[in-house]
């Protein structure tokens, strides 16, 4: 691994970090499902070639997309497993997801009839999604009756109807019984479709589900924000985290009481205060909402964010770290000596959600995986 693009602002991803965190869902659903790493959006902004890479190793069922453009960059990569792009998905892009031969999740009959139509005869496979509550994509689940033999009536060998999923909205809450009445749903509508018998997937669950409720694994599990070391909801285990970001102390200086910082000057020194001025901001994905509110670690001491975040630089006030010099390294996610800013915390201080912060992270820091280890 080369120091060479830590200069400024950069994230680092832990890759074996990922690995047994890949590890504690296979422990939690035992050896039969398939484990299908949902690695959209730039795998969770973590860079989807370092994720692979490091996922290649545990040997994934299949991966899961978002966009065809995701689907095509993972083949591109040299993926060759399966490939599943949730959908719905545009028009546009059905020649592009047969091209690049992914699964195509299906929620409506005019869209399977367009995949028909573009593959003209090539192979092609989708799998139904069901909708059970969700409600952003989908068959209806209380329809069944009619969309099931008009799927069974439309697929054939060449148009490979191979699986069945549905999407939980609320697995990450601890007691609401949506789950299950999300799963009851599916299990009906699976029960009574016409599909296929023969190496026909059923899956539901995410990250959350498949750790609180196991028994709802089917045949495979999507899982995300858990591998990449997001907390995933209410009394579940915690994943070891994965991902840092830190960035270079660009200037320290004395600020004289009432001297001021950032735009709006929403800060002014109260008396003599020391600040270091660091280099990321939000145009780098560090959330504009951190501005004082969030904090930094300097040689392993908590310091506030003070001031408005600006769009490449954010000031901390280090009053009370000695001897911080340009070129050290502030931590706004991940540990420095003692310390640790969490991702959550820093969701929570950005009134967000962990998967908002982790994908916010812009093309301009770059993504340093630690090497995966050996198993
Ligand atoms: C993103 C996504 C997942 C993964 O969810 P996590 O909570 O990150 O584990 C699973 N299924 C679908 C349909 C998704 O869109």
């Known amino acids: 691994m080369s120091t060479d693009c830590r200069t400024r602002a950069w994230m680092e991803i832990d890759a074996s970090s990922l690995r047994r965190n890949f590890g504690r869902i296979r422990n939690a659903v035992g050896p039969s499902p398939g484990i299908t790493p949902m690695v959209k959006a730039n795998a969770y902004g973590t860079g989807v070639a370092g994720a692979v890479r490091c996922l290649e190793g545990e040997a994934p069922k299949s991966y899961g997309v978002a966009t065809v453009a995701e689907g095509r960059e993972l083949r591109a990569l ?25 699964i195509v999740g299906i929620s409506d009959t005019g869209s399977l009839a367009r995949l028909a139509e ?3 005869g090539r192979s092609v496979s989708f799998h139904t999604e069901v909708n059970t509550g969700m409600g952003r994509g989908g068959l209806d689940w209380q329809d069944a009756k009619r969309w099931g033999p008009e799927v069974a009536r439309m697929a054939g060998p060449t148009l490979r109807w191979e699986g069945c999923f549905t999407h939980f909205h609320s697995a990450d809450l601890e007691s609401d019984d949506s789950l299950h009445v999300q799963w009851q749903r599916f299990r009906e509508v699976i029960e009574a479709l016409p599909a296929p018998r023969e190496d026909f997937l059923v899956h539901a669950c995410n990250s959350a589900a498949a750790l609180r409720a196991s028994g709802y694994a089917g045949d495979a599990v999507r ?63 560090l959330p504009r909402a951190l501005g004082n509110r969030g904090h930094a670690l300097l040689r ?66 770059p993504r340093i995986w630690s090497e995966a280890e050996k198993p």
């Open 78 to 102: 040299g993926v060759e497993r399966p490939i599943l792009v949730i959908g719905p998905i545009p028009p546009g892009d059905v020649p592009g997801a047969v091209e690049a031969r992914l």
């Open 118 to 120: 573009v593959a003209a």
């Open 223 to 285: 899982v995300g924000i858990f591998l990449f070391g997001g907390v995933c909801g209410e009394g579940l285990p915690d994943p070891e985290a994965v991902v840092a970001v830190r960035a270079r102390v660009v200037l320290v200086r004395d600020a004289r009481p009432g001297t001021t910082v950032g735009y709006g000057a929403t800060h002014a020194a109260h008396g003599p205060e020391r600040w270091a001025t660091l280099a990321i901001g939000y145009g780098d994905g």
């Open 300 to 365: 392993g001491k908590r310091v506030p964010i003070i001031g408005r975040i600006s769009m490449d630089l954010t000031v901390v006030d280090i009053t009370d770290v000695e001897d911080v010099a340009p070129g050290d390294i502030a931590t706004f996610i991940g540990t420095d000596g003692e310390e640790t800013v969490t991702l959550e915390e820093v969701a929570s201080h950005a009134s967000t959600i962990n998967y908002e912060i982790l994908t916010g992270f812009t093309p301009r820091i």
